[in-house]
């Protein structure tokens, strides 16, 4: 997007200091900006963000913007600050490289260069609903609508006393427009998030993508959360009018956000959550949906937020001249996005609060299509599959991804996202299944009838008679099974569910193909877990798939 010509008086000019904190920008470095807008709300951001020509506004009232080249996460352009305080608690490997302090300061310094003379937008939000763990944020972003995007994301100070109070225990810094030179910034493109924990600073620059707004918050509590004893998950949780709440872990892809929106139950959020002593608690105050081919009738609450004043739509294709939107119009990315408030989803709980899980759910997308759709896991079995975190990861949630899925094991189902060794979150884990006895199933969101290309995907309304059964107890005295790969027990029978769908291995052309199949998958799971050290808890290997077991009729 073009920068808006300096003699140009912006829309909000002229109350741009009204819930101005006393906590100044010069505190992070910041001198010289042009005018900085703080803490507008939703019209004033829709203003100049169609001033600035960032977005247009499209029928229904959603605000449509477009991310350019970066239509998904950078994951291999993050990095974390290697300093004292932190590092010997770090997982350093593939999702958390390290980068030098000097080499932070130079890149902060030139960032920090380039912010003067420009408008700025800061939101000062929290991430966490419960109290005892609120982390005060502030986002300054080069951009209207990334304003806006973290003002849905994140919970809002309640008065004008707490904005100009608000003093940040976490800043982002994040220009679009600035990138990062590698020769002498010690990154890999242009691209880059830069996470300092020891200076509670983030810096994000060279793609517009907004996600990494989200995740580089979610990648910090990742840290922070578990040295207070409490568990950080990548999950969406939801309960029920008699405070019976559960877990849907599970990455992008996998039905998170679809399966835990449930007119029937409170939404207690869609992505992102902590456990602690007293119960569950969002991270945030609104969603981040995949938008592409979203469905009237299967998804109807999220499908209306794209129709709402206030949802930012990322990459979702619109007519110029009648403003329709296209849900089903891939041509700019697979990985469309829809972020809203959580209000905007009815039932959702005011309080982002619940108790402790009654379920424990994680979601896998096999494009293998030999997993069974639904199985009841014991507490090690349930360890070791969150610790695998097997999925197929579906084109375009990150950066290099082909058209077709792709197997993955994320650790702990947000691998990218987790900065401590997988066993710290699987300890925390197993802690909390033990104490308050939470039910746990392996819920399979992916192909049936054979691997992707042959079968297809299973049906949202099936996945959901199947939850029904969990989460109403139907299923936990229906004869069970036990699969002759994993040793789970899969459920013979649902109520209101042909019995074959349980039954996967029937709907392939060949039982002796699905078999060849299935081994080689369970293969690939051994495979992985060796890969994660030597400290792995007693009896979870024992939990995972034995090659040699014989069928079980």
């Known amino acids: 997007m073009t920068a808006n010509p300096l003699d140009l008086k912006t829309p909000a000019q002229g109350r741009a200091r009204e819930l101005a904190s006393d906590y100044g920008l010069a505190n992070h470095g910041i001198t010289n900006p042009r005018c900085v807008y703080w803490n507008l709300p939703a019209e004033a951001l829709y203003e100049e963000v ?10 229904g009232g959603a605000v449509a913007v477009d991310t350019g080249s970066h239509t998904s996460r950078a994951a291999q352009d993050k990095f974390i600050v ?26 902060l310094a030139r960032m920090l260069g380039f912010l003067q003379e420009r408008d700025l937008f800061v939101q000062d939000v929290h991430a966490c609903a419960q109290p005892e763990y609120r982390l005060p944020l502030r986002v300054v972003s080069e951009y209207a609508w990334h304003s806006l995007f973290a003002r849905n994301m994140f919970l809002k100070p309640e008065s004008r006393e707490a904005y100009r109070r608000h003093v ?10 600035f990138e990062a030179h590698p020769p002498i910034d010690g990154t890999r493109t242009g691209s880059f998030i ?25 990648t910090v509590l990742n840290y922070l959360l578990p040295l207070d004893g409490v568990l950080s998950m990548h999950c969406s949780a939801n309960v029920d009018d008699d405070g019976s709440s559960a877990l849907f872990f599970g990455l992008s892809g996998t039905g998170k956000t679809t399966l835990s929106a449930d007119p029937r139950r409170g939404l207690v959020g869609d992505d ?65 996005r829809a972020s809203y408030p959580l209000d905007f989803i009815e039932h959702a709980v005011p309080s982002r609060t619940a108790g402790h899980p009654s379920y424990v759910l994680l979601l896998t997308c096999d494009a293998q299509g030999v997993l069974p759709p639904l199985a009841r ?40 996202f987790m900065v401590h060794h997988p066993w710290v979150y699987a300890d925390l884990l197993a802690r909390k299944l033990e104490r308050h006895g939470s039910s746990c199933w392996l819920v399979n969101t992916g192909w049936v009838g054979g691997p992707f290309g042959v079968g297809k995907r299973i049906s949202i309304e099936h996945t959901r008679t199947l939850l029904d059964g969990v989460l109403s107890g139907a299923l936990a005295h229906v004869e069970h099974r036990i699969d002759p790969v994993f040793g789970f027990e899969v459920p013979t029978s649902c109520p209101g569910l042909p019995d074959e769908v349980l039954h996967p291995e029937h709907s392939w052309p060949s039982e002796d193909e699905y078999m060849a199949r299935y081994r080689e998958l369970a293969a690939r799971y051994a495979g992985n877990f060796r890969k994660l050290g030597d400290e792995c808890p007693p009896g979870l290997l024992a939990a995972g798939p034995r090659l040699e077991r014989e069928p079980v009729d």
Do not use: M
Request: some cysteine.
């Open 82 to 107: 290697r300093e004292p305080s932190s590092e010997d608690r770090i997982w350093w490997g593939e999702y958390n490289r390290p980068i030098g302090s000097d080499t932070f300061e130079l890149l």
């Open 377 to 416: 896991l014991t507490t090690d079995q349930a360890l070791y599959h969150f610790v695998s975190g097997y999925t197929s990861k579906i084109a375009g949630t990150e950066a290099g991804l082909g058209a077709e899925p792709e197997i993955v094991f994320s650790t702990c189902f947000g691998a990218p």
């Open 272 to 336: 992102e959550h902590g456990w602690s002593d007293e119960g569950i608690f969002n991270h945030e105050d609104g969603c981040y949906a995949k938008a592409i081919r979203l469905s009237a009738s299967a998804e109807p609450q999220i499908h209306s937020t794209t129709h709402r004043f206030g949802t930012v739509l990322e990459n979702v294709v619109f007519d110029e001249v009648t403003r329709r939107i296209d849900l089903d119009d891939d041509s700019l990315t697979e990985n469309t």
């Open 50 to 59: 169609v001033f600035r020509g960032e977005g247009r506004i499209v029928r």
């Open 194 to 218: 830069a996470l300092d924990f020891a200076r509670k600073l983030c810096l994000i620059g060279g793609t517009q993508y907004a996600g990494e707004l989200k995740k580089s918050v979610f």
């Open 168 to 177: 940040p225990e976490l800043t982002i810094l994040c220009a679009p427009s």
